[in-house]
Structure formats: structure tokens, C-alpha cells
């Protein structure tokens, strides 16, 4: 998996809760990435850095926020959790912006 | 706004069929598309294709862009059970970071 660890895999929360999810990478990778992949939906993208301390926003971040304050490190964190976040979340990088993304084994997230 | 489709969304066959699946696409300023597999975790690359009628393989594995008609295909021959995953085509916007995905096409291979 190209040196790319999620954690935790699972998290069950209840609705309200903020939820962190941690995203780690051993390729001094300068480009980071976080999915979330629904049925019917496929993966779409919540945001992305291009390095350390620079972030953007993807077609799906309303309810999430992102830091990055070390180039292994990338976390989403989703302020207080709804039932509408449950979803698989995958993390992914890639050396420059044109190059292929590569993607982490994923985090399943339960919002009840 | 980018988009991709995919077809078929599922498809059953028999272990040793061909199969061929298909994506198009609506991307402003083109660049590339790629292919992935997807088991029961996360995505794992197969092919980049960034010039129409070049194909790429890869063992059994082939893929090809029609640049003019807005499409590619990948296809499998000899299929194995190995191969029952969804693959998934992803087309990047001009910068390359944001990939837009379909939404998959589910292939079970029947021993």
C-alpha cells in the first residue's frame, strides 16, 4: 500500500462527537488526499495538501476540516459527527500533482 | 463539472471469459485517465493513459483510450477468480489534484 497507514481502521461515534482520523505516510509524498467512497456515489474527494500547512478544498468538505503540520502526517477531523458522514474514508498521495495517487487501506466510520 | 460513467455497474461471468468494461468521460482540459481495482480495501492502481490508441497491458489486462470519442475500455482475458473486484476510472481536472471517479463496475467471476 505504498507505505500508507489509516488509523483507526474502524470507529463507531455517536452523532455530535468530533472524530479525528489519522492518515501517516512513509514516502515524503508532498501531495495528500482524503475520500470518502459511498454507494452510488463512488469517491469523492473532502480535501487535499500540496504540503506542510497547505490545504484545499474538494467537492465534499462542508462538516470537515484538515491539518497538516508534518509532511507524513494528514488528519481529518470532523468537528461534531453526523449519520450523514458514515462512510468508508481513504486517504492517498502522490509525489507531484501530476503523478499517480496512491491510496491507504481506509478507515470505515460508523456515525450513530 | 467533470464526470465520469461507468458501464456495465455489475457484471457476473464464468472463470476463463473475456470481459470488457467501459468508461466515458466529460473533463475540461483532458490530461489522463486512469484505471484501478478495488478488492475489499483500498484502491490499487492498474493503468495511466494519456494518448488515444496506445494501448497498455499488463498480463491479462489491457486498456485503451479513445481520445475523440471521450471513452476507454479495459479488458480482461482468461479471467480468474482473482480478478472478482470493482474496477473504478478516474479522469484528474487540469492540475491533477482533484480526481473525479465513477462509480465503479462490480465484476464477479464464477469458478
Known amino acids: 500500500d505504498a507505505g500508507i497507514t489509516q488509523s483507526p481502521r474502524h470507529k463507531v461515534t455517536e452523532t455530535g462527537t468530533p472524530v479525528t482520523l489519522r492518515c501517516h505516510q512513509t514516502?515524503?509524498?508532498?501531495?495528500m488526499y482524503w475520500y470518502r467512497q459511498d454507494p452510488g456515489h463512488g469517491l469523492r474527494l473532502i480535501h487535499y495538501?500540496?504540503?506542510?500547512?497547505?490545504?484545499d478544498k474538494g467537492e465534499v468538505s462542508d462538516g470537515y476540516s484538515v491539518s497538516r503540520s508534518k509532511t507524513e502526517d494528514f488528519l481529518l477531523t470532523l468537528e461534531s459527527a453526523t449519520s450523514s458522514q458514515t462512510s468508508v474514508y481513504f486517504c492517498?498521495?502522490?509525489?507531484?500533482?501530476?503523478?499517480?495517487?496512491?491510496f491507504g487501506p481506509g478507515t470505515r466510520l460508523t456515525v450513530l | 463539472e467533470d464526470k465520469v460513467v461507468q458501464s456495465p455497474l455489475s457484471l457476473v461471468v464464468h472463470e476463463g471469459d473475456t470481459v470488457t468494461l467501459n468508461c466515458s468521460y466529460e473533463?475540461?482540459?483532458?490530461?489522463?485517465l486512469l484505471w484501478y481495482k478495488q478488492e475489499k480495501k483500498a484502491p490499487t492502481f492498474l493503468f495511466m493513459l494519456?494518448?488515444?490508441?496506445i494501448e497498455k497491458k499488463s498480463g491479462r489486462l489491457s486498456s485503451i483510450l479513445d481520445k475523440k470519442e471521450l471513452f476507454s475500455i479495459l479488458n480482461i482475458t482468461a479471467t480468474q477468480t482473482g480478478d472478482s473486484a470493482v474496477y473504478l476510472c478516474?479522469?484528474?481536472?487540469?492540475?491533477?489534484?482533484?480526481?473525479?471517479f465513477g462509480t465503479g463496475t462490480r465484476l464477479t467471476i464464477i469458478p
Open positions: 494519456t494518448s488515444s490508441g
Open positions: 473533463v475540461t482540459n483532458f490530461r489522463s
Open positions: 514516502e515524503n509524498h508532498r501531495y
Open positions: 492517498a498521495i502522490s509525489l507531484s500533482r501530476t503523478d499517480t495517487q496512491y
Open positions: 495538501s500540496y504540503g506542510v500547512k497547505d490545504t
Open positions: 478516474a479522469v484528474p481536472n487540469f492540475g491533477n489534484e482533484k480526481l473525479t
